[in-house]
DNA sequence: ACCTGAACACCGTTCAAGT
DNA sequence: ACCTGAACACCGTTCAAGT
């Protein structure tokens, strides 16, 4: 890459990280460019879409989630395993407002940008599920895309201000709804264990 | 009203319905007043917002619901009353998509022409909620904005395509979760009871 | 190779001018 | 009273022209 070239490409990921940290995944792509001191084109040569640019803004996140995923395999209990990845999934997906709705909508197409992001989280999922239901302590009738779904979910609503507020306590309602066994009543009845 | 303010108003709910059927809640209005053969002025005198349109077209939804929910209240046992408010919420809040948001961001303004619909849907079910939690057969740290927002999060998961196959299995899942007590682990472990 | 910005086809919203 | 559509300020996306 030439070096205008990459100086461009770096500061339009500066400058789209702030934009979509404040607008979310919908803002302005002509406000970013705007802001780049770039012309429109120039975004649309480095970003061909607009996944690609959240992908690009994404990418860091999701692989250090995966690494996560994969360490807490051997590292930590089945149970420690899937409650971790969930809340550093809903995490995740809620650094930017609207992501949950992108990858979502990336999870079916495999041309988007941002489609081997969601294919990598949904199966971190998978595997932390799988292993869980071996070990007896998550509901079978559960499988990988539920899974997803209900992070997707939960990130939806921490996005919506007026339920916001919930959003912390519902993450702990749902993990208990997803283990079961031993657990028990205890974590569906109980307040919500207060990780992180 | 005039009559031909009034020709006007109805045509433009009809071609609105058809509209946001089609395309969400997030539909061209220009293509409304289009459709409807009308000024785009005069779609903006009878619906001087998006949510005064939307809350033509759900009003009916909503009231049959909240009247329902009301005969349930002696008509039906606690869980009965307490599952039906859940099952038919979601499935007003995706009569359209988009409808979760709009009604999630109605609910924080009272200002918006939805309000009243939010606040009826919501004040529906926290009474089939506390008739649950008095019963002992609802999970006492949900309260009604947890409800609206478990419903909320749902509809939402169905206006996601690739996601919305498995929304009716979730919607039972989270059933199971809010119902705790007799139910336990049938409830959370057996496959989702096949109501509809 | 890479950058630029005008051009095109859309929005939502307002409001002066008409009947 | 009510209707109309031009006007304004925005979009996303493409592409001919430039360096």
Chains 1, 2 share one sequence.
């Not at 879409?49 to 989630?65: F, G, H, K, M, Q």
């Not at 990336?106 to 294919?119: Q, Y």
């Not at 302590?137 to 919930?166: E, K, N």
């Amino acid at each position: 890459m030439r070096a205008d070239a990459r100086k461009n490409y770096d500061r339009l990921l500066a400058v789209g990280r702030e934009v979509v940290t404040e607008h979310g995944a919908e803002a302005s792509l002509r406000d970013v460019a705007r802001k780049a001191d770039v012309g429109l084109g120039t975004l649309y040569r480095h970003f061909p879409t607009r996944e690609a640019l959240l992908e690009a803004l994404l990418r860091t996140n999701v692989d250090e989630l995966t690494t996560q995923a994969a360490d807490r395999e051997t590292s930590s209990t089945p149970e420690d395993a899937l409650t971790s990845w969930l809340r550093d999934s809903v995490a995740l997906t809620h650094e930017y407002r609207g992501v949950a709705a992108l990858l979502t909508a990336a999870m079916d197409d495999p041309e988007s940008a941002l489609n081997a992001s969601c294919v990598a989280l949904h199966d971190a999922g998978t595997r932390a599920l799988e292993r869980a239901h071996t070990a007896g302590i998550a509901r079978t009738d559960i499988d990988g895309t539920d899974l997803f779904a209900l992070i997707a979910a939960l990130a939806w609503l921490y996005d919506q201000p007026s339920l916001a507020p919930r959003a912390d306590h519902l993450v702990g309602v749902i993990s208990g709804a997803v283990l079961t066994g031993q657990a028990g009543s205890g974590v569906s009845q109980g307040r919500p264990r207060a990780r992180r």
